[in-house]
T-cell receptor, first 110, second 113 residues
Framework: DAKTTQPNSMESNEEEPVHLPCNHS???????IHWYRQLPSQGPEYVIH?????VNNRMASLAIAEDRKSSTLILHRATLRDAAVYYC???????????WGLGTSLAVNP | EAGVAQSPRYKIIEKRQSVAFWCNPI?????LYWYQQILGQGPKLLIQ????????DSQLPKDRFSAERLKGVDSTLKIQPAKLEDSAVYLC???????????FGPGTRLTVT
């Protein structure tokens, strides 16, 4: 299974944009890039996913590098509620199995 | 729509005892997942059901863990006998057939003493 590398922790200020990086240099052509987040004491929550093109939804944007070896999750205006562990996950197009890493713990300062 | 329901929320047992967890997925979701999340780590998939059939149970310790999904709706996960290293949060998730978006329940925190 392809692996991802994320910083252990990041910090942001409220109402500022946050860019969460993810490296996946061994990604294959059929691997989708998924982002989930987990708030304290809760189950994970789907954020966004993409294959090649950048993606936007109401929660965030996903910017995928042209060579697909890295991606960035963008939170446009961080709020205190965005403090969570963010997981970047790859899986093959025909396999819904997600292999989770350690994620990035995001702290948001008021 | 109602979310994924799990019970109990917390359970404390002694090693070598048995325990069972229950999950009710979102109505109409064909796929159901059980994950184990040890403190400080990401979730690890234990078993995946498609309706009432097993799709993947490669990481389920089958000598002590079992799971079933009768009638393709509710599911139970059982541990018998429990070990200290089974202390973790057990998460249930469900998704629509063919969808990547998984919806998670709040989890059951198991402590084995």
């Amino acid at each position: 299974d392809a692996k991802t590398t994320q910083p252990n922790s990041m910090e942001s200020n409220e109402e500022e944009p946050v860019h969460l990086p993810c490296n996946h240099s061994t990604i294959s052509g059929t691997d989708y890039i998924h982002w989930y987040r987990q708030l304290p004491s809760q189950g994970p929550e789907y954020v966004i996913h993409g294959l090649t093109s950048n993606v936007n939804n109401r929660m965030a944007s996903l910017a995928i590098a042209e060579d697909r070896k890295s991606s960035t999750l963008i939170l446009h205006r961080a709020t205190l509620r965005d403090a969570a562990v963010y997981y970047c996950i790859l899986n093959a197009g025909n396999n819904r199995k997600l292999i989770w890493g350690l994620g990035t713990s995001l702290a948001v300062n008021p | 729509e109602a979310g994924v329901a799990q019970s109990p929320r917390y359970k404390i047992i002694e090693k070598r005892q048995s325990v069972a967890f229950w999950c009710n997925p979102i109505s109409g979701h064909a796929t159901l997942y059980w994950y184990q999340q040890i403190l400080g780590q990401g979730p690890k998939l234990l078993i995946q059901f498609q309706n009432n059939g097993v799709v993947d149970d490669s990481q389920l310790p089958k000598d002590r863990f079992s799971a079933e999904r009768l009638k393709g709706v509710d599911s139970t996960l059982k541990i018998q006998p429990a070990k200290l290293e089974d202390s973790a949060v057990y998460l249930c998730a469900s998704s629509r057939f063919g969808s990547y978006e998984q919806y998670f329940g709040p989890g059951t925190r198991l402590t084995v003493t």
